[in-house]
């Protein structure tokens, strides 16, 4: 009996140390080049058993166009319309395999495509608002991840609460200096040809390294609670390529972080369930390996999180819709550097959405029968 209430003890410590992992994240720094975040998946139907494969498509989207200087909403932007608009999709297809019950292989194999609107980009944005604006766009390949994930608790016998810890690699095979169309930027007013916003590239030029967390606890039948973190490593620096000016320009490669906290509760309709969490992603202002130099735009976003949930045999459909209610453009390592040696605050900005669309399915196949129970319950 003292055995059996130590472990049970060890389990909840171990989940309790998990969501508190996540809460520091989420009052760290942290912005609009989102590029991958944290896992897709909660509760059990994160668990492949031996042999077992899930392969799945999550789709995302969002439409940028408020902008905030640090915390501030810089409402005239959009009065004026002067505000920079970026429209973009993601498409994710992943493959999960299980090596052991405890021991999970993934790949993600990324796509992206991006549309960005501005008018500063082509030679408009005068004060009133009245000028030029064009859209310059971005699609292809973007950064593949492999990782590797290990269930603390052997499913099999103590499934309840469990916590993974993941580590991988994200491969710089998106196009890092993709080129776009700048109308009035020639020398005599015409368009030139020319590397595209931070934002909108569909790589960051770096060989990265990922911490990934992804844990559950079943309160009861019908209530669990998940939690998910994310955080990217990149070393490499910075690197050189050119504005919409057709000047040099020196890029940073920064490390990104995601983490979310939630619940599913299981409706009377089977297989539905909803879920209600928050999350958090951005990109930090300093490096945890590496250096700084490079021009990037840190912040981050917190979101609160409403989804549903449907699980039918060996498929599962999902949608959540992330709602933004803080947003914030923090210095980056140029803004701190000049509010030190001019002794006047500089805090540059960034533009943010109001709301995020995520939706995606899977689909698991393997050697063994997978328990009602233990369906996918991926988001």
Known sequence: MMEKTFSKCCKLLAFVLMIMMDQSYINAQGCVAIRS???????????LSKGDFESGTNFRYFH????FRGKHEETERVENATEVINDSFFLNFQLRYGVTDRLTASVILPFVYHERSSMYEHGGN???GFGDRHSTFSHGLSDIRLSLGYWLFDPGTSSNP?????LGLKLPTGDYRY??????????GEAITSGVDQSIQPGDGGLGMTIEMEGFYLLNDQITL?????????PREQYQTTNFRGATSYLSVPDQYAARIGGLYMLPVKGLRIYAGSRIEGIPSRDLIGGNEGFRRPGYIVSLEPGINYSVRNFTFNLTVPVAIERARTQNFSDKQRTRETGVFRNGDAAFADYLINAGFSWRFGRKKIPAIDAPLSI
């Open 179 to 188: 080129q776009g169309k700048f109308y009035n930027q020639g020398p005599s």
């Open 37 to 47: 975040g944290c896992g897709n998946h909660l509760a059990r139907g994160a668990i």
């Open 162 to 166: 469990n916590l993974s810890i993941g």
């Open 126 to 128: 005068p004060p009133g």
């Open 226 to 234: 998940s939690t998910n973190l994310y955080y990217l490593i990149n």
């Open 64 to 67: 940028s166009y408020k902008h």
